[in-house]
């Protein structure tokens, strides 16, 4: 980052600047910017399908369930009317469930290994009763992913060691005066304390792998955090460990917390990074765990969060990437695949090239989504 330096001596002559006798100030203007094209590949259209379940998967399902629920009393849907009497029960079953096993004091595990496998048979139940909407066909959308982003930073360090600053986007000025944008910081023996626009510890910790393209193609390289929206945090760093905790103070119901733990060190010519971070929003619990390392022209990282969502569906990323840099081209490639309980399994793949210009870097990207569409972005980005 550039900055326009300038030093001010100042003498003490208030009660303010007699806690020292000099500062050091730092003022500078950043930007970056860049221009691109990305091209997203369309669907086929998608035919509705009739509601249908046989007797056959009645009693299956009226097993899967255990005593979650009394045996169904619907008949088998094998038309409009009959699917919707089906579909009646089961919602209410599947409801009464909740409700039952959100009065469990401390279940076992076995109560929770059998309510989650009958909250799956019931959503499959729902799901083949309930039949498809159809789709219609979407077309290829080319579009521009050009922008431009000026920042502004100030620092400043006093004689007594005390450290102070701040950043803000031109673009977030408003929402920075409101400071629900920018960041601010002090630091000192005591660590670092941040507020503004953070994100949380535990991300802070573990970090995402590498992404592809100009414009990173959804940025599906990224674990979903829930603690990104953080605005209260402090970290202390020794010997390449960093502890760090995090707060949003604009939660005043249930947690609102986050910590995280990671060591950084370079041995023998290789950076080795490891993190680790727990969440706590409202009632969910996000733990997730990384390591990167890095020698000679390769980088490898590897993340992964688990979500304890309490009565909602449990969720599970695991997030890898290979990056090979030589000389001014670096290659990368990442895999992205989340298990969320009672629905698909669904990846990201994407691979990607960049090449450094010197104060510019020309991209291209390529990623496989969830849907099996194909997106590509390409462009050249800079800053100055």
Do not use: C
Not at 39 to 64: C, H, K, N, R
Not at 180 to 209: C, H, P, R
Request: proline residues 0%; without cysteine; negative net charge.
């Amino acid at each position: 980052m550039k900055f326009t330096t300038f030093a001010v001596a100042l003498l003490a002559t208030t009660s303010l600047t007699s806690v020292a006798s000099a500062a050091d100030f730092k003022l500078g203007i950043t930007g970056t910017a860049r221009m691109g094209v990305q091209s997203v590949e369309g669907t086929a259209a998608v035919a509705a399908t009739e509601g249908a379940y046989t007797a056959a998967q009645i009693t299956a399902l009226d097993t899967a369930v255990g005593t979650w629920a009394a045996d169904l009393s619907a008949a088998a849907a094998t038309n409009d009317s009959t699917a919707v009497t089906l579909l009646t029960e089961l919602r209410a079953d599947r409801a009464a469930a909740v409700t039952a096993y959100g009065l469990i004091s401390g279940p076992t595990a076995a109560e929770v290994a059998s309510y989650n496998a009958a909250i799956s048979a019931w959503d499959a139940a729902i799901d083949a009763a309930d039949g498809t909407v159809g789709t219609d066909a979407v077309k290829d959308t080319t579009s521009a992913v050009n922008r431009v982003r000026i920042a502004f930073t100030g620092e400043g360090t006093l004689d007594n060691g005390l450290s102070f600053g701040a950043t803000i986007r031109a673009d977030n000025a408003v929402a920075g005066n409101a400071g629900t944008a920018g960041s601010q910081y002090i630091s000192g023996g005591f660590g670092k304390i941040s507020m503004g626009d953070l994100n949380g510890a535990d991300e802070v910790a573990v970090g995402d792998v590498a992404g592809v393209g100009i414009a990173g193609l959804g940025d599906n390289n990224e674990l979903a955090y829930q603690s990104n929206a953080h605005n209260l945090g402090w970290e202390l760093s020794t010997m390449g460990v960093t502890a760090s905790l995090s707060m949003d103070t604009t939660i005043q119901s249930g947690s609102n917390n986050a910590m995280g733990l990671s060591y950084s060190q370079d041995l023998s010519g290789a950076a080795v990074n490891v993190g680790l971070g727990r969440s706590q929003i409202g009632t969910a619990t996000q733990t997730s765990i990384g390591a990167g390392v890095t020698m000679g022209g390769i980088n490898a990282q590897i993340a992964q969060s688990e979500d304890d969502n309490g009565t909602a569906a449990d969720v599970e990323e695991t997030a890898v990437s290979l990056s090979y840099s030589l000389s001014a081209l670096t290659g990368t490639v990442f895999q992205k695949d989340i298990v969320t309980v009672g629905s698909a399994d669904v990846s990201y793949t994407g691979f990607g090239v960049s090449y450094d210009l010197g104060g510019a870097t020309a991209k291209v990207g390529v990623m496989n989504d969830d849907a099996d569409r194909q997106w590509i972005d390409a462009g050249i980005s800079f800053s100055f």
